[in-house]
């Protein structure tokens, strides 16, 4: 099965910064990769997401990354603000039936004003 | 309307009680699915509904029990729960089965004494 690894596990920047996560996975069949933020208290939202034939994504403040090739992605957040401070979590799926989507085990980041 | 809502927010129980957690969605979603989320890690899948029918069991005990009455609503029945179950429990949901982008609750907060 599918194996994803995230770090750091814990990032703390100052406001202003920019922050990287980054995850790899095992299974080259892989072909989509959502990033969730879960703030305190409060539900996983899916912040931005990426499939394996593109490259680079982007959406205002975030950007993600995919080389197939090594099997990693990464997510990156530009000029972070305090409510940036969250657990982000990677997870990657092979989209067909009766896969399941696996969870990196999340990077608490915190941005420090 | 692109909520998925869970009731009751929080549930305290004692080890021989019955309970319930109900989620309910009008996305007109045709997945949805049930985790477990323990402190500080990522979700854990535990069932998925696809077109009502249970699609997937991922060997969770029996104490855990979960129906789909319709395509907008899904229960967890609680019985003789153990302390470790304690957790949050979060429901979700997506267009179809293959566990892409997939719309969290709010999560029931569980705790079993």
């Known amino acids: 099965g599918e194996n994803v690894e995230q770090h750091p596990s814990t990032l703390s920047v100052q406001e202003g910064d920019s922050a990287v996560i980054k995850c790899t996975y095992s299974?080259?069949?892989?072909?989509?990769f959502p990033w969730y933020k879960q703030e305190l208290g409060k539900r996983p939202q899916l912040i931005i997401d990426?499939?394996?034939?593109?490259g680079e994504k982007k959406d205002q403040r975030i950007a993600v990354t995919l080389n197939k090739t090594a099997k990693h992605f990464s997510l990156h957040i530009t000029e972070t603000q305090p409510e940036d401070s969250a657990v982000y979590f990677c997870a990657a799926i092979q989209e067909t039936s009766g896969s399941r989507l696996t969870f990196g085990e999340g990077t608490q980041l915190t941005v420090n004003p | 309307d692109t909520e998925v809502t869970q009731t009751p927010k929080h549930l305290v129980m004692g080890m021989t009680n019955k309970k319930s957690l109900k989620c309910e969605q009008h996305m007109g979603h045709r997945a949805m699915y049930w985790y477990k989320q323990k402190a500080k890690k990522p979700p854990e899948l535990m069932f998925v509904y696809s077109y009502e029918k249970l699609s997937i069991n991922e060997s969770v005990p029996s104490r855990f029990s979960p129906e789909c009455p319709n395509s907008s609503l899904l229960n967890l029945h609680l019985h003789a729960l153990q302390p470790e179950d304690s957790a949050l429990y979060l429901c979700?949901?997506?267009?179809?089965?293959?566990?892409?982008?997939?719309?969290f609750g709010q999560g029931t907060r569980l705790t079993v004494v």
């Open positions: 299974d080259s069949a892989s072909n989509y």
């Open positions: 979700a949901s997506s267009h179809a089965y293959i566990d892409t982008e997939a719309f």
């Open positions: 990426i499939r394996s034939n593109v």
